[in-house]
């Protein structure tokens, strides 16, 4: 079992930044990979980014490759998603996820509650 926690949500203007965090517990963290994926209000949850068991390898979205950065700390049991250049359309709950796979193959195991991000025009 993974146990997840979101936390660093809030309200940023338009190409502001804002840095979400997600503390997992529970399994080893460093022996699986983890994502952040956003559902905007009357949309489907979408994939946003990716990192794989040690950090190595990373995955975007188009919409926001360039723009996000995704990192984890493995021995604070930590992923963080950084948004720069943020833009209205960026506005959703941002829910963080664990898949139990090593470089985040398949489906995603585990989710946490979500953290609301709002971007301002």
């Known amino acids: 079992q993974v146990q997840l926690a979101e936390s660093g949500g809030g309200l940023v203007q338009a190409g502001g930044s804002l840095s979400v965090s997600c503390a997992a517990s529970?399994?080893?963290?460093?022996?699986?990979?983890m994502g952040w994926f956003r559902q905007a209000p009357g949309k489907e949850r979408e994939f946003v980014a990716g990192?794989?068991?040690?950090?190595?390898?990373?995955y975007y979205a188009d919409s926001v490759k360039g723009r996000f950065t995704i990192s984890r700390d493995n021995a604070k049991n930590t992923v963080y998603l950084q948004m720069n250049s943020l833009k209205p359309e960026d506005t959703a709950i941002y829910y963080c996820?664990?898949?139990?796979?090593?470089?985040?193959?398949?489906?995603?195991?585990?989710w946490g509650q979500g953290t609301q991000v709002t971007v301002s025009s």
């Open positions: 529970g399994r080893t963290f460093s022996s699986y990979a």
């Open positions: 990192i794989s068991w040690s950090g190595g390898s990373t």
């Open positions: 996820a664990a898949n139990l796979d090593r470089y985040g193959m398949g489906p995603y195991d585990y």
